[in-house]
């Protein structure tokens, strides 16, 4: 059986109230700092009080906090191509890898300022 579903998603860059949210996935293997710029922009915060994070990306979709970040990367985000995505429940991951992909399939930005 096959099954097709359309979503409608609403992605609003910004810091959406962050208290609470932690890893729930990963963006695909060999996504670049470059296409997370294309698609989101340029991240909204830089290197982290700790130093575990160097470029992080905040977020909402469909009204779900999210975060895009480079943890405990081994080399400068620009060359980074393992990406976690943070949030508060597993299903934000998978509509930020939806929207992500779709996104950059398309190779253009279609994320609005919120």
């Not at 080399?75 to 943070?86: Q, V």
């Amino acid at each position: 059986m096959k099954t097709k579903i359309t979503l409608e998603l609403e992605v609003k860059m910004g810091n959406p109230g962050l208290v609470g949210t932690g890893f729930v996935g990963r963006l695909p293997d060999g996504t670049t700092y470059k296409e997370l710029v294309r698609v989101f922009g340029k991240p909204q915060q830089g290197l982290s009080a700790d130093g575990k994070i160097q470029a992080e990306w905040t977020g909402s979709i469909n009204g779900l906090a999210f975060t895009i970040y480079d943890y405990k990367a081994e080399t400068c985000p620009k060359a980074n191509r393992d990406w976690h995505i943070g949030g508060r429940t597993q299903v934000v991951a998978d509509l930020v890898t939806a929207y992500f992909m779709q996104a950059a399939r398309l190779g253009r930005k279609i994320i609005r300022r919120g």
